[in-house]
Every structure is written in C-alpha cells, then in structure tokens.
C-alpha cells in the first residue's frame, strides 16, 4: 500500500517478509 511509503515502520517490517509483500 501506499502508506507503507510513509511509514518508517513499514520498512522494518518489509525487511521481514519481503518488500514485494510490504508494498503489496
């Protein structure tokens, strides 16, 4: 989602399961 681009959260949690499933 989109949100995830504005959520330093977000990037930590991409780096656990994936950014393709993060930024799905």
């Known amino acids: 989602r989109e ?3 504005l959520n330093p ?3 930590e949690l991409a780096d ?4 393709q ?3 799905r």
């Open 16 to 19: 656990h399961i994936g950014f």
């Open 3 to 5: 949100v995830c681009e």
């Open 9 to 11: 959260d977000c990037d």
């Open 21 to 23: 499933e993060a930024y």
